[in-house]
């Protein structure tokens, strides 16, 4: 755990949040790899829900809905009540809070002080609209983004011409005012989720519950995840959402245990439903074949962006003693490989000349470096040895690697170095966006 969250910062994938002012210990800010990452996860993610997905019948559109929204959304999903409470225990002597859940001995974990009663604490982040505090109306920080769709189940059935079954799929961030954030970038206080909602009549359900829920388990193994690494879990009734009839929790084996990374739910007809109650509105769907009308049962897949990121990240990290080149240098040296999916990758090619003081060499790499740019996210590097940069490259999941020798110079070709195999080519420069395409699969 600590050498990924090194790793995460030394390299440029994730930063403490605030670090200059001490941290903020519910955040953390995506740096330029990082947001590269976590931007291929989500557009890998958009492309299997919106263009990808052939379900056995229905289609899929997205939405992006906003953040704030009229506080009686809360009240009709439940958020509001105990229902979206955790228990809270207080240390009476050190102060500090937690999980009662997460409690195994009646004493407090830091200090062994006593513990206050357990008392119900709700997750909602409040609000202000207004220009004046005290005069301003209160509403809250989605706490999921689902809740957006639902609200605009008719909107985007109208709109978009819709028949039943159909999914509607939402990237967006979320706010949940956790006890004890914890885990690195697994449990925070601002995180983002990709939800993808399927409108359908109940009497399908169960069917399209497990479609789902063997369509995202692939998601996750297509994408490099190991088998043995990912497992699914039946919810108990008692511990189920307080919406779901069916519930699964897919798993990761983190540094840390097994840990959620996405659910599957049936959630019944339970919000379009209540927000018909609430609002007043009438949500039910007609079917103009059969002149049912019908509350459309949801089958949900939540995952979470960050959460994801962490899974592939762990997932892809290893080390190798004495590095892949076998040399007695390298002999005592542990090499960090990661060995992410070409998808995921943050940087998919590096341009390296052999050497930086031979200005033929730095003059052709940068002349490579960007004819290569307009089609991939490629990065230049020259500082240190060649080997040395090659190492670099592996560390942060480069794919492909670049070199300008000087053979270069005579035959207009340039070496590419495979990440995983070590293997070098020989190709034209004038054929090297194909060949690289064609390596990268775009």
């Known amino acids: 755990m600590a050498k990924i969250i090194s790793l995460s910062k030394r390299r440029g994938f994730v930063y403490p949040s605030s670090e200059i002012y001490g941290g903020f210990s519910s955040g953390y800010d995506f740096g330029p790899l990082g947001v590269e990452m976590k931007n291929n996860i989500k557009l890998a993610w958009w492309k299997e829900m919106i263009k990808k997905q052939n379900p056995p019948a229905g289609g899929m559109v997205g939405l992006d809905a906003a953040i704030l929204m009229s506080p009686k959304v809360w009240q009709a999903s439940g958020h509001l009540t105990a229902g979206f409470a955790d228990e809270l225990v207080e240390c009476k002597s050190c102060h500090k809070r937690f999980k009662a859940d997460e409690i195994k001995q009646k004493v407090c974990p830091e200090c062994g002080g006593k513990l206050t009663e357990s008392r119900k604490f709700n997750l909602m982040m409040r609000t202000f609209i207004g220009p004046v505090e005290a005069e301003a109306a209160t509403t809250y920080l989605r706490a999921e983004t689902c809740q957006g769709i639902y609200v605009n189940f008719e909107n985007i059935l109208n709109s978009m011409r819709l028949k039943i079954p159909f999914g509607v799929a939402q990237i967006g961030k979320a706010f949940r005012n956790e006890i004890t954030p914890k885990d690195f970038i697994y449990r ?65 084996k983190f540094p840390f245990g097994w840990k959620e990374i996405e659910g599957v739910h049936n959630r019944g007809d339970f919000d379009l439903s209540n927000h018909s109650k609430y609002s007043g509105q009438n949500l039910e769907y007609f079917d103009e074949e059969t002149k049912e009308k019908y509350s ?102 480069t794919i492909l690697a670049i070199t300008t020798d000087f053979e270069t110079l005579k035959q207009e070709d340039v070496t590419i170095r495979d990440r995983d195999t070590m293997k070098q080519e020989r190709v034209k420069i004038k054929d090297l966006i194909e060949v690289l395409k064609e390596k990268l699969e775009i």
């Open 188 to 252: 925070t206080r601002e995180f983002e989720q990709m939800e993808m909602q399927w409108f359908c009549h109940s009497k399908e359900a169960i069917k399209y519950f497990d479609y789902w829920k063997k369509e995202r388990v692939k998601w996750y193994l297509n994408l490099g995840i190991k088998k043995e690494n990912l497992r699914i879990r039946e919810v108990p009734v008692e511990e189920r959402a307080h919406y779901a009839k069916q519930q699964i929790d897919i798993e990761y």
């Open 296 to 397: 459309p049962y949801i089958i949900e897949t939540s995952g979470g962006a960050d959460r994801s990121f962490f899974a592939f990240l762990c997932d892809a990290y290893q080390e190798i003693k004495g590095g892949r080149t076998k040399t007695t240098k390298a002999a005592k040296e542990i090499e960090v490989l990661l060995r992410l999916h070409k998808t995921l990758a943050p940087i998919k090619v590096a341009v390296l000349p052999l050497v930086r003081n031979k200005p033929e060499l730095v003059k052709k790499a940068k002349e490579v470096y960007q004819l290569l740019k307009p089609h991939f996210v490629c990065q230049y590097d020259e500082l240190g040895s060649i080997g040395r940069r090659y190492r670099r490259g592996d560390e942060i999941g």
